[in-house]
């Protein structure tokens, strides 16, 4: 009887001293990524909540979705964001003898305070891009649904092309 109180002690003991991976909760308000370039224009908001979005701005039509991210996915996003302070970046890192090619807006919004960082070309710290493709393999393993729901992605000014000109008036 003595052993066996012994053994489930240990075992007890054992089990409950085992180190316990930490959640660590979303950093941000919201973190929105849109990359640009001559054959599309997408961007992905990623929320403190289990739904990321998607907004398609180009081809035409401009549509909006949404996908459902599973448990495991946010542990390691919300993980994968505390790797990497956007804080120490420039807010543009522009070619600017590059007049097309691809451009990335990264958004920041935490707690009242914003930060955007512009990337056009290839003159950005590489940790940037790693960034940038590792949320695009996050949103690429989601299945998109569309939706009507209106969405804020913030200000976009920054990476979308300006409209066209208005045509010219007719002489009466």
Do not use: W
Not at 143 to 164: E, H, R, V
């Amino acid at each position: 009887m003595k052993i066996k109180i012994t053994l489930i002690s240990f075992v007890l003991l054992l089990t409950a001293c085992s180190k316990k991976e930490t959640v660590k909760e979303f950093p941000f308000e919201s973190l929105i990524v849109t990359g640009s370039n001559l054959h599309d224009i997408h961007t992905v908001k990623f929320t403190k909540s289990d739904t990321v979005y998607l907004q398609r701005i180009f081809p035409e039509p401009k549509e909006n979705f949404y996908a459902i991210i599973s448990a495991n996915e946010k542990i390691r996003l919300n993980n994968y964001l505390h790797t990497l302070n956007l804080k120490n970046f420039d807010s543009i890192y522009a070619d600017e003898n590059l007049d097309d090619g691809q451009s990335y807006l990264i958004s920041i919004n935490q707690r009242e305070k914003n930060k955007q960082i512009y990337i056009h070309g290839e003159h950005a710290p590489q940790e940037l891009y790693n960034y940038i493709d590792s949320l695009g393999s996050i949103k690429n393993n989601l299945k998109f649904i569309s939706t009507k729901q209106i969405i804020d992605f913030g200000d976009l000014s920054a990476i979308l092309p300006p409209p066209p000109p208005p045509p010219p008036l007719k002489d009466k």
